[in-house]
């Protein structure tokens, strides 16, 4: 489990080694909504209130949070060797 604000590289490394996500508001960030989208549907998730971070008032979150099912949705990973054989297909 990881304790963050959802950011590009934590989302996707969060998505792709099954770790559940508590997750606060990033405040004025334009991708937050997908983001959080894609916690909702790849990974176990859920927001914490910014009063219930500060305060340290964590425990319920973190009881539903591991209380959660997996997603039954699943991103294949091997990005990177799709790429590569890409660009390897340039070079030919």
């Given at each position: 489990m990881v304790v963050t604000k959802p950011g590009y590289g934590i989302v996707s490394e969060a998505i792709l080694n099954d770790t559940a996500v508590l997750y606060t508001?990033?405040?004025n960030f334009r991708e937050q909504p997908l983001l959080e989208e894609a916690l909702r549907l790849y990974t176990r998730s859920l927001k914490l209130d910014h009063q219930s971070?500060?305060?340290?008032s964590w425990a319920?979150?973190?009881?539903?949070?591991?209380?959660?099912?997996?997603?039954e949705k699943?991103?294949?990973?091997?990005g990177e060797v799709v790429a590569a054989e890409r660009l390897a297909g340039f070079c030919l």
């Open positions: 508001d990033r405040g971070l500060l305060d340290g319920p979150y973190l009881e539903s949070l591991m209380a959660q099912p997996r997603p699943e991103i294949s990973a091997g």
